[in-house]
């Protein structure tokens, strides 16, 4: 059974900064993605993606986060970091990790919630103005 936990949710103030972890197995010879997704207040139906990161260490990013969050991992203790500087309002949403071991994605799959099979509980994060 695949395991994916998120942790670092929190509130914080519009411009701050807030990091995400989420723990998720990789195995040996085994390609993944791993990546980032959020549903905003009023849009319980729709999880769009944030971020994503595969077993190649190539990163895929949302235009609405591009330089601002920044996605990385730690392979030998099977971490995922999203880390997240000049908030906004408008990222106030559930962010959840979501794992995927099928062959390797292009960014428009990487960034898509069908894609994944393994997915954590969620973490709140909230913005305020």
């Known amino acids: 059974q695949v395991r994916v936990v998120e942790s670092g949710g929190g509130s914080v103030q519009a411009g701050g900064s807030l990091r995400l972890s989420c723990q998720a197995p990789r195995y040996k010879r085994q390609r993944y993605c791993i990546g980032w997704f959020r549903q905003r207040p009023g849009k319980e139906r729709e999880r769009e993606g944030v971020?994503?990161?595969?077993?190649?260490?190539?990163?895929f990013y949302a235009d609405s986060v591009k330089g601002r969050f920044t996605i990385s991992q730690d392979t030998a203790e099977d971490i995922l970091y999203l880390q997240m500087t000049s908030l906004e309002p408008e990222d106030t949403a559930i962010y959840y990790c979501a794992a995927d071991y099928a062959s390797s994605m292009t960014a428009m799959q990487a960034l898509s919630p069908y894609e994944y099979s393994y997915w954590g509980q969620g973490t709140q994060v909230t913005v305020s103005s």
């Open positions: 971020a994503a990161i595969d077993s190649d260490d190539r990163t």
